[in-house]
């Protein structure tokens, strides 16, 4: 496995679309499909902001090795779509916010209303 190979494994574990994916690592979107087509490398600050956003260890994302999540990064417990309802929260505005915050409020009175647990 190369690295295109691994940084297509990136996306698809997350539930992304390259796009969202290089938003959120601060790169274009053709430096993402240049990267997965094998045209161009993987800096390693760029390395670093996936290891802290996504929990993939460095090591793996260059090289292989193993392991390939970063063992003390609280990220790597998440499931994919976990990670990506916090990346599509921290892209909101504060009126977006407030209306999350009301429906998380109102799921739990329903939960509490009809004895709901999970």
Do not use: C
């Amino acid at each position: 496995m190369n690295l295109p190979d691994r940084i297509r494994i990136i996306v698809s574990e997350n539930g992304l679309t390259q796009k969202k994916f290089a938003k959120s690592i601060n790169v274009t979107e053709s430096h993402i499909s240049k990267l997965i087509r094998g045209e161009t490398g993987l800096s390693k600050s760029t390395a670093a902001l996936i290891e802290e956003r996504y929990g993939y260890n460095v090591n793996w994302i260059f090289n292989g090795d193993e392991p390939k999540m970063k063992q003390d990064k609280k990220m790597k417990d998440l499931t994919a779509i976990q990670r990506q309802i916090i990346f599509d929260i921290e892209q909101m505005n504060e009126r977006d916010l407030i209306a999350v915050k009301s429906f998380i409020s109102a799921l739990e009175e329903y939960k509490k209303a009809f004895n709901i647990s999970e």
